[in-house]
């Protein structure tokens, strides 16, 4: 008798596409949502996300905005009020900014506490209040510090390359990097700017060491679940527009997450910011970044 023939293997799943964070909302009681790519552009909110706070607010649903910028919240704050997106549609902030000056502060973490206190800032005047009050010494000059605290490029068309004779020059005194901001690049009203992440990615190639603070690091996912009010992370929903960062991270926390597609991977899948994604072009993305999202949509809308 012929062997039976071998079962197929099952086709993998289409990958799950909302028109609407209400398809799923009824399933979490909080939620973590990226700012930058996700709330707004870095000049005003995406379409439909003011509404969609509205409605998570008006169901009793916790929510925390979870951003990798390299500021205090009290510079945040303000600065989505600005904007348009008010303090009333949401329970809190938790920034890399934030969480980076609470460990210079502390130094409980051993890491933080050998660094020394001479500190050269490797980034914009808007990003000081990553260290004001933290009572260290500001330097000029890589001769003089113990170690770098990097929030970013000077301007925001720099590229890589522009600080590779300054970033060599740490690497040899062998300064340690605090890097207060995971992010590479991010959305800056459409247009895709360097950040801090970048040049902290070439300071390991050139030997140097790095410790991140923000997505998709731990520190800054327990801080929001302080600020939830919830510690089952299979009650908290999380959505951002970077697989490597906000996807991945709050996966490694046990959380379902939501893909928002018309930000920082919008070019790569060849779709306007409202346009929802092709499947196929989904599943590549997936692939490619290893990791699969519960779901993707195009922007945060209700």
């Not at 799923?24 to 939620?31: K, M, Q």
């Not at 600005?82 to 409980?108: D, F, M, N, Q």
């Not at 697989?243 to 919008?266: I, S, Y």
Request: hydrophobic share 45%; proline share 8%; with cysteine.
């Amino acid at each position: 008798m012929p062997s039976p023939p071998e079962a197929a293997a099952p086709a993998p799943s289409a990958p799950r596409i909302l028109s609407g964070i209400s398809e799923i909302a009824g399933d979490y009681d909080g939620f973590i949502l990226d700012l930058w790519g996700v709330v707004h552009d870095g000049e005003k909110p995406y379409p439909g996300v003011l509404a969609c706070l509205e409605a998570l607010k008006a169901r009793g649903k916790a929510s925390v905005l979870l951003s990798n910028a390299p500021r205090r919240t009290a510079v945040i704050v303000p600065m989505l009020t600005r904007i348009g997106v008010p303090p009333a549609l949401y329970g809190g902030v938790v920034a890399a900014g934030e969480e980076t000056h609470r460990e210079l502060v502390s130094r409980r973490d051993p890491w933080f506490a050998a660094l020394g206190r001479a500190c050269f800032h490797l980034g914009a005047a808007r990003d000081e209040s990553v260290w004001r009050g933290t009572g260290l010494e500001m330097v000029d000059a890589l001769s003089q510090a113990s170690f770098v605290l990097n929030t970013g490029p000077w301007a925001d068309d720099a590229t890589v390359a522009q600080y590779e004779g300054l970033l060599g020059e740490a690497a040899r005194r062998d300064l340690p990097m605090v890097c207060a901001n995971p992010d590479r690049t991010v959305v800056r009203g459409g247009a895709i700017a360097l950040c801090a992440g970048a040049l902290a990615a070439r300071y390991e190639e050139l030997g140097g060491r790095v410790r991140y603070i923000g997505k998709p690091h731990p520190e800054v996912y327990r801080r929001c679940f302080e600020t939830l009010g919830i510690s089952d992370p299979r009650r908290i929903l999380a959505a951002g527009d970077s697989l490597a960062t906000d996807v991945a991270g709050a996966a490694a926390f046990g959380m379902d997450t939501v893909f928002v597609t018309g930000g920082l991977h919008a070019a790569g899948l060849g779709v306007a910011p409202e346009t929802p994604p092709d499947p196929k072009g989904l599943a590549r993305l997936y692939a490619e970044a290893g990791i699969a999202p519960t779901a993707a949509m195009a922007v945060l809308a209700w």
